[in-house]
């Protein structure tokens, strides 16, 4: 199966500061990756989806000035949680997949705590 | 509106015994159905997928089924485990057009020795 990656697996920040957080395809070109939030005992709630190359697209009620994604290259996409709250801490799970309509693989997670 | 709701909440089991989680989706037409195990702090594992015309796919002591006319499925797993303890969740795609993920609630399982 597909490898993806993400990193760090857990990140603790201060109020006020940006944090970033990488998602790679190891054994694959990811042409679309997906941006997950999951609060604690609820369902992965879509937040963006990144084509390579291309801006994201976000879902309704995500502020894409607070969460910047960049898809530079098939490998790789980040997700930047700007100007971080206590609220944003959350778990963020991306996914890539080789095509848009195709399976996708999902990271392991990121664990953000804001402090 | 397209949902997908799953039952029990929660599920507690002793060690070796059997369990079947189920899952009702209103998404229609959906391309596929799929099963995931996510451990706690863990990224979701695929277990099964399943087209709209498959009524059944295992996968070791997994075993899905859907009977796509009452739009049911269910994850039944066999002798389990330990390290079944997780959250277990339905995932419907949409038929193409969307690529979207539409994701359950989740089952918590936690397997007792």
């Known amino acids: 199966g597909a490898v993806v990656s993400q990193h760090p697996s857990r990140v603790i920040c201060k109020s006020g500061t940006s944090v970033k957080i990488e998602c790679r395809s190891l054994?694959?070109?990811?042409?679309?990756m997906f941006w997950y939030r999951q609060f604690p005992k609820q369902s992965l709630m879509l937040m963006a989806t990144?084509?390579?190359?291309?801006?994201?697209?976000?879902e309704q009620g995500v502020e894409k000035d607070k969460f910047l994604i960049n898809h530079a290259s098939l490998t790789l996409s980040t997700l930047t949680v700007t100007s971080a709250h206590p609220e944003d801490s959350s778990f963020y799970i991306c996914?890539?997949?080789?095509?848009?309509?195709?399976?996708?693989?999902f990271g392991q997670g990121t664990r953000l705590t804001v402090v | 509106k397209n949902q997908v709701e799953q039952s029990p909440q929660s599920l507690i089991i002793l060690e070796g015994k059997n369990c079947t989680l189920q899952?009702?989706?209103?998404?229609?037409?959906?391309?596929?159905l799929r099963w995931y195990k996510q451990d706690t702090g863990r990224g979701p594992v695929s277990l099964t997928i399943?087209?709209?015309?498959?009524n059944t796919k295992s996968n070791g002591r997994y075993t899905a089924t859907l009977d796509a006319d009452t739009k049911q499925s269910s994850l039944h797993i066999t002798a389990s485990q330990l390290s079944d303890s997780a959250s277990y969740i339905c995932?419907?795609?949409?038929?193409?057009?969307?690529?979207?993920?539409?994701f359950g609630t989740g089952t918590r399982l936690k397997v007792l020795a």
């Open positions: 899952c009702n989706y209103t998404v229609s037409p959906f391309s596929n």
């Open positions: 995932v419907v795609s949409p038929l193409s057009g969307t690529y979207k993920y539409i």
């Open positions: 054994d694959f070109q990811a042409t679309t």
């Open positions: 996914s890539a997949s080789r095509e848009r309509t195709t399976e996708a693989f």
């Open positions: 399943m087209t709209f015309s498959e």
């Open positions: 990144s084509n390579e190359g291309s801006k994201a697209t976000y």
